[in-house]
């Protein structure tokens, strides 16, 4: 976080979208500036229909849904890690759906089947 440190103190202002991060920015960093939280909302009335995005990808097992950047700096390559080990100790077909950008690497042994 050194690379960052700089930047952060000589910045004019900066926003953060909640609390918990503006914190965590002034103990890691000593922030001069103006600083503000925006706080954002989530539109919670999204539907969805579960059985046509189980049909469009062809996943009619329990699963877990990873929706995000697949990259060492959002730890996918230690979720995919725990979820072969917890395959290796529970035989059951749970699958672990990712999605969104960027290579992750699979153990061969589970591509294609539950990952």
Not at 18 to 44: H, M, R, V, W, Y
Not at 68 to 93: A, H, M, S, V, W
């Amino acid at each position: 976080m050194d690379i960052y440190k700089n930047m952060f103190q000589n910045v004019a202002g900066i926003i953060f979208h909640a609390e918990p991060e503006e914190k965590l920015a002034n103990e890691i960093f000593d922030i001069k500036g103006k600083q503000i939280i925006i706080g954002e909302g989530i539109d919670t009335s999204i539907s969805f229909e579960a059985k046509r995005f189980r049909e469009k990808y062809g996943i009619y097992d329990d699963f877990i849904l990873y929706a995000g950047r697949r990259e060492p700096g959002k730890n996918t390559p230690l979720l995919i890690d725990f979820f072969c080990k917890y395959k290796l100790k529970n035989q059951n077909e749970l699958k672990l759906i990712l999605m969104g950008s960027g290579e992750v690497s699979i153990p061969e042994k589970f591509k294609k089947r539950d990952i």
